[in-house]
């Protein structure tokens, strides 16, 4: 975990929803994995007052490209300061062949930074968008993924074979009230599934993160058996099976 | 050079800085170890602990202020002995004191938890979080109750809008010292879920509101009393000594600009004990260089040659 300055180099709209930040930053961040994120602070003062949670969407030596609701404004040359590593990177299968990313009402940002080095490794990946999720630019995702639109319900043709046919499934969803919505996630895949076995069904965790060390304890998530985690320090990619969600 | 925090006695706290992280913001020790050196504050306050595990609150957690932040974790924690099982090894190699904070649930668990600190070797002090909205006879049990089961000093923190009289019953009771105060407690809408949720209040508006009680209640007891709230420079901790405070603790702050705790407790380490009355404020901030003495010197050389007669001439 380190404390790094960063520079904006440059701003780019990728349609009226969302932008992406293209920064510099020194190489503490160059080992930045899928999953992992930093805390932004973007000006001196203390309006606002708490970090920006930002995921990137593509590290390379040096460089960082951000995902940002287009709502937030940001200028080239702007000074930030970074803190991070934040999270633990996606914890994929060793037999991994198919996997399934699900923006369920929410951006699929998350889960983008994941999607390159799936491909890399000649992993085939179906990302399903819903609710909010369709309004993201698709077209700048890599001709590869496969990508489908489902209704607000999650609902979309073959959602049987599609579930069926993945060896490993994450799920992002509107951050408001994430445990009911993780529930209605979970319910769906034990209609669709017979069984859920263990590290199949992640949940991407987005709370509030104040500290982003584990210091705070805001982002505590109950787990069965009375023990817990901090989505900052153990997740934010967190198996629903170890979950009580009802 | 130690400054002793806590009332003079056998049990009293000694350490070597006046700053210190408020309780709920650095965790155990463990995790901003990155971050900050801890070695340079003058001590570990922990995050809130009880005697039974706590389980996180429900909903929405944190809600963005003006200028700062709601929070409302709902003091999730394993419970004192696991707390100490899990941490007891960092405690005991850290060069700083380690408090622990007890929240004041009910006073047989403050009873129990005073102890278990007590027989604890790794733990220094106790710091008692009070309730709000407790009556003076309330603090005076729930103090009595821990000062009567450790001879490790007990720093009793009290919620910001506490009357005279429960600093007064906290203190006779035989409190340490007090910590004023605690984040007060507010209501804000969830952006997210729109719903209303209460929590504690953090951010830079804390500070005058504490610093007001800091100065009437340093007026008006002996007990030491240590700032809290709103604390986010290094002048902002100095207000607090300035106004009656012998040490300070630093809240979220920390978790925005981890770094500026150890600032703090940098700018004020050691310097803070040797002031006295009439000292120069380059004995008070580091750095300040020779232009204060000799802009006073300058002064009273004026004053004094104002106030001389002119000699007499002879004819």
């Known amino acids: 975990m380190n404390d790094t300055p960063a520079i904006i180099e440059r701003v780019s709209r990728m349609n009226e929803h969302y932008q992406r930040l293209h920064l510099t930053c020194?190489?503490?961040?160059?080992?930045?994995?899928?999953?992992?994120?930093?805390?932004?602070?973007?000006?001196?003062?203390?309006?606002?007052?708490?970090?920006?949670?930002?995921?990137?969407?593509?590290?390379?030596?040096?460089k960082l490209v951000i995902e940002r609701p287009a709502s937030f404004r940001y200028e080239p040359g702007q000074a930030v300061s970074l803190l991070g590593i934040v999270g633990q990177p996606f914890r994929y299968r060793r037999t991994l062949r198919n996997v399934l990313l699900i923006a369920a009402d929410a951006a699929p940002t998350p889960l983008i930074l994941s999607i390159a080095w799936l491909l890399t490794n000649r992993i085939s990946v179906t990302l399903v968008l819903s609710g909010r999720g369709t309004q993201y630019p698709a077209q700048h995702l890599p001709k590869e993924v496969e990508i489908i639109q489902a209704d607000e319900q999650l609902s979309w043709p073959n959602r049987v074979m599609t579930v069926g046919w993945a060896d490993q499934v994450f799920v992002t969803t509107a951050a408001d009230d994430e445990l009911a919505r993780f529930g209605q996630i979970w319910t769906l895949f034990r209609e669709l599934r017979a069984e859920i076995p263990k590290g199949y069904l992640f949940?991407?965790?987005?709370?509030?993160?104040?500290?982003?060390?584990?210091?705070?304890?805001?982002?505590?998530?109950?787990?069965?058996?009375g023990e817990?985690?901090?989505?900052?320090?153990?997740?934010?990619?967190?198996d629903l099976t170890t979950v009580p969600l009802g | 050079m130690s400054i002793e925090i806590t009332r003079p006695g056998k049990?009293?706290?000694?350490v070597d800085s006046p700053v210190m992280p408020a309780a709920g913001i650095v965790g155990f020790g463990d995790r901003y170890k990155d971050l900050i050196k801890l070695e340079k504050l003058g001590a570990l306050v922990t995050n809130p602990v009880t005697y039974?595990?706590?389980?996180?609150?429900?909903g929405t957690r944190i809600v963005p202020l003006d200028a700062g932040v709601l929070v409302h974790t709902g003091l999730p924690n394993p419970g004192l002995s696991k707390v100490i099982a899990k941490h007891r090894a960092l405690w005991e190699a850290l060069p700083i004191p380690v408090i622990v904070h007890i929240a004041a649930t009910a006073p047989d668990h403050v009873r129990k938890c005073a102890s278990r600190i007590d027989a604890e070797p790794a733990i220094e002090a106790m710091e008692l979080g009070l309730p709000d909205d407790l009556t003076w006879q309330d603090a005076e049990n729930f103090v009595r109750g821990?000062?009567?089961n450790t001879e490790k000093p007990v720093l009793v923190r009290l919620p910001l809008y506490a009357p005279l009289e429960v600093a007064l019953a906290a203190a006779d009771a035989g409190a340490g010292a007090l910590v004023i105060a605690a984040?007060?407690?507010?209501?804000?809408?969830?952006?997210?879920?729109?719903?209303?949720?209460?929590?504690?209040?953090?951010?830079?508006?804390?500070?005058?509101?504490?610093?007001?009680?800091?100065g009437q209640f340093?007026?008006?007891?002996?007990?030491?009393?240590?700032?809290?709230?709103?604390?986010?420079?290094?002048?902002?901790?100095?207000?607090?000594?300035?106004?009656?405070?012998?040490?300070?603790?630093?809240?979220?702050?920390?978790?925005?600009?981890?770094?500026?705790?150890?600032?703090?407790?940098?700018?004020?380490?050691?310097?803070?004990?040797?002031r006295r009355a009439g000292a120069l404020g380059d004995e008070w901030h580091p750095g300040m260089g020779e232009t204060e003495r000799k802009a006073r010197e300058a002064a009273a050389r004026t004053q004094a040659e104002a106030s001389t007669p002119p000699a007499e001439e002879n004819p």
């Not at chain 2, 039974?52 to 429900?58: E, N």
């Not at chain 2, 005058?208 to 009680?213: G, I, K, Q, S």
Request: aromatic share 6%; glycine share 10%; proline share 10%.
């Open chain 1, 26 to 62: 020194d190489d503490s961040l160059n080992e930045l994995k899928p999953g992992q994120t930093v805390l932004a602070r973007v000006a001196a003062r203390w309006d606002p007052y708490l970090r920006e949670h930002w995921w990137p969407v593509a590290v390379s030596p040096n």
């Open chain 1, 203 to 225: 949940g991407v965790f987005q709370p509030s993160l104040p500290c982003g060390v584990g210091a705070c304890q805001a982002c505590m998530i109950p787990l069965r058996g």
């Open chain 1, 228 to 238: 817990a985690c901090l989505a900052c320090v153990d997740g934010p990619a967190i």
């Open chain 2, 11 to 14: 049990s009293s706290l000694m």
């Open chain 2, 52 to 58: 039974q595990p706590w389980q996180p609150a429900a």
């Open chain 2, 146 to 148: 821990a000062v009567n």
């Open chain 2, 183 to 214: 984040p007060p407690r507010g209501t804000a809408r969830d952006p997210l879920t729109g719903r209303l949720v209460s929590g504690r209040i953090y951010g830079p508006l804390v500070k005058p509101l504490a610093l007001r009680l800091v």
């Open chain 2, 218 to 274: 340093a007026a008006r007891l002996e007990t030491p009393i240590i700032g809290a709230g709103g604390i986010h420079s290094q002048q902002d901790a100095r207000d607090y000594l300035e106004a009656g405070a012998r040490a300070v603790q630093v809240d979220a702050v920390t978790w925005v600009q981890p770094k500026m705790l150890e600032y703090i407790a940098r700018d004020l380490g050691g310097l803070v004990i040797t």
